[in-house]
């Protein structure tokens, strides 16, 4: 089974969905998340934006600063493959949650 997370803009647009496995029926592992952050570091960045603009967390149960945190200090597993993030729909994704 999947999940697929959304990033909400302050406009409440959504953007980047990013689909991760689920450890359990309706959870999304904390092994999947770090996996996501050290994958694509500048989404996770601008998800960090996103929490600071909202003062909302990313999970009730954790915040994605906490999760870059942990995923550069604490052995996160290997991502492998790590996504750029530098074309145009990326650079569409920050206009998106930065504003004109």
Do not use: N
């Amino acid at each position: 089974m999947t999940a697929v997370l959304v990033l909400v803009t302050a406009r409440a647009t959504p953007i980047a969905p990013v689909t991760l496995a689920r450890s359990a029926p309706g959870e999304v592992s904390r092994r999947d998340l770090l996996l996501s952050v050290g994958r694509r570091p500048r989404l996770a960045g601008l998800y960090t934006e996103v929490e600071q603009v909202r003062g909302d967390s990313f999970r009730a149960d954790w915040c994605i600063t906490d999760l870059i945190r942990h995923a550069a200090t604490c052995g996160a597993p290997d991502s492998g493959v790590v996504c750029p993030d530098d074309g145009t729909e990326f650079t569409a994704l920050q206009k998106q949650v930065r504003g004109p």
